[in-house]
């Protein structure tokens, strides 16, 4: 203890003074504060070149959706947060809910799909990812699988990875066929993809795409960003992963692919609303867009973005599914306990 | 030697006051969560969980509970008896290095693991599927056994250390074998080291969140945050974080009992320690893989896979940040929670009911997963802000400043009053050893209050309160869920930065930050270390 004491007094000490202590209120240096539920390279090179632009510094809060709101709700009228920002429909919803957001008027915005921007103008989506079905190339045939609907074939039983219901991507992509079909038809498709699991979910949707490559299942359902980092792997076992199988983007012919969003809106409580402002918009910058496609493989929600992917080229074009986002967040709850009836682990 | 009259005569009144307000400010977060728990109105949604997925959370919780605890005290005892009781080739290494694997976040090791043995994986296919897939509630209680085992190590260790020879001799000269003599006489009496140890591992394997989840191990705690996140229930994932703590009240409870058995059964007045069971040729080399076999599961094969990862990865992360603030708020957390630790045990030695009841409230906080415990520590800072808000009004025109919430402060709060059990276990058994007849012998010589203290107590309890120090050292660097909800702004620290890319299957990514928190782990367990085996010298020449 005695040489314990010094040792971390020192270190305390060192790091104490480097405590960052971000204000909005001193207006000399002007800085938005980001409360983000994403943590990709992608963003941090957004944010490096935000204020190189602007000269608006970027402090950033990163953690889960639910907690951020949380820490937004209790600090109220108090709160620092300039901009509220997740990766799904369901978070935004709640934050909706919550009475988070400010209303804005996002007219300006050209090019961006009518359901990317939430009509009362609480947010605005930046990038989309879709939820898309990967089949093994060696014992599923093209053509064998179109719709989500096709795997509550009994044909498919114990041949099917999926992850755990507790994944917010496969509550939304219930959530949606809630809102399309109603909640008995949902129920009777989560009960059929429970039925025809190869395993237990484990895992992450990687791990989806690698139980095909090591035959273990043969579909696998996943969010299409997922196969494109792998098939654009610098490790050759990933690429091989992703060599293995081949992605349906589903129900193209009726209702469309289920796609959910990454989006922004501007605080209720925001110290800094003008630079919140600005900051959103350069998340739909063109210059953004393409870090999106290119770091993380998502979808630009821009229209005529320029970028260069191979992978995500082509994956496109594709008929994504014009749900009112809100309709994801309103029936999330609903979704989750169809997946606690059906027994989807 | 155990009645009521001489255990008062050891009671510090005087103490007591500032260990109870210690112990309820490490509480108050549980309580605030109950309160929270309690005042809103009915929902139908626990209703539904009764009638779905709460059985399958229940039995899934108890079985990865028995198996962390089954699997972390088979290895935890044995290692600590052999590094307590044998002489072999590197024992004096292993001592301290038997320790790392707690630096090893569990959901770090989990992905590690899952990664090695899933289909596909190369033990997979090296063994031609014969290797089983480290996954659901066996994968899950083997992670927590081979990250946690250190907790019943390092109290079993210290346990065994302080027998007196004089038992399991006389053991041996009835006729008991080694083992028996171990099984019968050595094992019962370090009984109540290994329950705390015990207890500590059932509540952390209780309240994890990412090693179960992602190796599909349905606890109560998956349930918790699934009320949370999926239907968005703050209040019913508060209820149900009162089951963790009605079961940590079980565990402990058990735990106590033990202790008190101990209480009457293990008092010896004259200590002699026992001399090293000399271990050499093959039966050194055994116990040497023994204690190795442990390490390369729990520590050395991930960090390799890690490792691996990591060179095959596109992108380095930057760690050094986020490594000053890991130390920083380790460090701190550290100090204060040995202090509390250390008070709370003086405080819990009077035998006050309330001195006993609040460090019991305060030990609750280790059944909680941490993003609760966050969310207690939100309602308690935010109310006081918001009652500050009027006075402030008055005075500035505006709402009070967000200077409580939006701090390092409290994050500290909240690590305390999650590994405040941490602290206060080791620090309660250490302090345990400080029997009332010593108390009285050394009265009768003389020595009263800080003479008392410093002279007797202080040695006696000075490696108990240093590895309660560690604990809660080493389980701050590795704390996430309160982490990530109470961070000021731009703040990473290296569990974070681990588990960003972790949690996006970023494997090489995440292997430098879990390096990290193991290197930085092994800075101040070295320096335990080394003063723990001065204090075993200086006890030898003390007999």
Known sequence: ???????????????????????????????????????????????????????????????????????????????????????????????????????????????????????DGHWIAFASRARVIAYSNDRVEAGEITSYADLADPRWEGRICVRSSGNVYNQSLLAGMIAHEGEEAAEAWAAAIAANLARAPQGGDRDQLRGIAA???????????????????????????????????????????????????????????????????????????????????????????????????GMLPFTADDIAIDALGENNAAAQRVFDRVDWP | MSSGRSVKATARPALTPFAVLAALVCAAPILAIAWIALSGGASDYLVHLAETRLPVYLLTSAQVGLIAAAGAGAIGTGLGWLIARCQFPGRNILSWVLVLPLAMPAYVAAYAWLDLSQAGGPLDVATAGLFPTIRGAWGAGLMFALVLYPYVYLLARDAFAAQSADAVQAARTLGASPFEAFRRVALPMARPAIAAGLALVIMESLADYGTVSHLGAPTLSIGLIRAWSGAGSLLDAARLSLVLVLVALFVFSLERAQRQRARTSAASGRHRPASRLQLTGRTGIGALSLCLLPLLLGLIIPLARLGWRALHAAYTPDVLEAAANSLFLAGTSALIAAGLGLLTAYALRTRGRIATGAARLAGLGYAVPGAVAAVGVLAILSGIQGWLDPLWRGMTGEVFPILLTGGAGALIFAYLSRFAAAAIGPAETALGRVTPTLDGAARTLGATGWTLLRRVHWPLIASGVAAAGLLVFVEVLKELPATMILRPFNFDTLAVTAHNFASDERLGEAALPSLAITLIALLPMAVVARYLSRDAKSGELDD
């Not at chain 1, 480097?18 to 090179?45: C, G, I, K, M």
Request: charge should be negative; charged fraction near 20%.
């Open chain 1, 215 to 313: 035959g273990e299942c043969d579909v696998a359902i996943t969010n299409h960003y997922y196969y494109a980092m792998m098939a654009r792997s610098s490790d050759e076992a990933d690429r091989a992963v992703a060599a293995a199988s081949t992605l349906v983007f589903p129900n193209q012919d009726t209702t469309g692919t289920h796609v959910n969003i990454s989006g922004a809106g501007i605080a209720a409580n925001a110290p800094n609303a003008e630079e919140a402002r600005i900051f959103i918009e350069y998340l739909l910058s063109a210059d953004s867009q393409r870090k999106f496609v290119e770091m993380t493989n998502e979808f630009p929600v821009i229209a005529d973005s320029q970028w260069d992917n191979d992978v995500i080229a």
């Open chain 1, 1 to 119: 203890m005695r040489f314990l004491i010094p040792a971390l007094a020192a270190a305390t000490a060192l790091t104490a003074c480097s405590q960052p202590a971000p204000s909005s209120e001193e207006a000399e240096a002007r800085s938005v504060n980001l409360y983000t539920a994403r943590h990709y390279s992608s963003d941090e090179a957004v944010y490096a070149d935000f204020t190189a632009a602007t000269g608006i510094e970027v402090n950033v809060l990163q953690a889960s959706g639910d907690q951020l709101i949380e820490r937004v709700r209790v600090d109220g009228e108090r709160s620092p947060a300039d901009i509220i920002l997740t990766v799904d429909a369901a978070r935004l919803h709640r934050a909706e809910e919550a009475g988070l957001f400010a209303v804005s008027d996002f007219s300006n915005i050209e090019g961006i799909a009518p359901n990317m921007v939430d009509p």
